[in-house]
């Protein structure tokens, strides 16, 4: 109740892939279809002269770096950036299943070409990825962080993680963070100091 469901189902119309999203009603949220791409939502939140922007994405495993699906994936979400960007806000969040492994993200887990290659985009437009520790945990297959969080303000989080996922078939977790928007943007600080404080803490 009080809430609003929406959707980016895989285009193909299978059952795997494609995004949800629910959002409070009370929020002041506007769905942003003019930003979106194929299985992502877009949300603009704005609070007084405050605009925040949030999206919820997939990108399938199916597609290696190789692929034109994972150049298109890369040039997609290059360009939402920018995109928002341009409407200035005063933060950007990104997340969903990257289906991508790097090490930078949970040195427990490996590297993959395309987690090497979403990582050095994250490091070209300056963005944090902030959850560091495992997310998936399918049976048969080695942990992995493939569920992110990325944002170009990592300042304004208070809390950031991994909860136990609600549903028992759901190989999972569920990531989230806790954010102050009011605390002021910050000035641009070196990558490398963030990710070692996350992996440090």
Not at 28 to 38: C, H, Y
Not at 135 to 147: A, G, L, R, W, Y
Request: with cysteine; hydrophobic share 35%; net charge neutral.
């Amino acid at each position: 109740n009080d809430y609003t469901f929406v959707s980016a189902n895989n285009p193909t119309n299978t059952r795997h892939g494609g995004v949800g999203l629910f959002y409070k009603n009370s929020l002041p949220v506007v769905v942003r279809n003019d930003l979106s791409f194929s299985e992502s939502i877009v949300l603009e939140l704005n609070f007084g002269r405050k605009k925040l922007f949030c999206t919820v994405l997939y990108r399938s495993p199916a597609n290696n770096h190789l692929s034109p699906e994972f150049i298109t994936f890369m040039s997609n979400f290059e360009n939402l950036y920018l995109r928002i960007k341009a409407e200035n806000p005063l933060a950007m969040f990104f997340t969903g299943d990257f289906n991508a492994h790097s090490q930078l993200w949970w040195p427990g887990g490996d590297t993959t070409h395309e987690g090497t290659e979403i990582d050095e985009l994250f490091i070209k437009l300056g963005l944090f990825q902030i959850i560091s520790e495992p997310t998936n945990f399918e049976p048969n297959k080695n942990p992995s962080c493939i569920d992110l969080l990325v944002t170009d303000q990592p300042n304004i989080i208070l809390d950031s993680g991994t909860r136990a996922s609600l549903d028992t078939y759901c190989h999972h977790q569920i990531i989230y963070c806790k954010i102050n928007f009011k605390i002021p943007p910050s000035l641009p600080f070196k990558r490398k100091i963030w990710n070692y404080k996350r992996a440090d803490s």
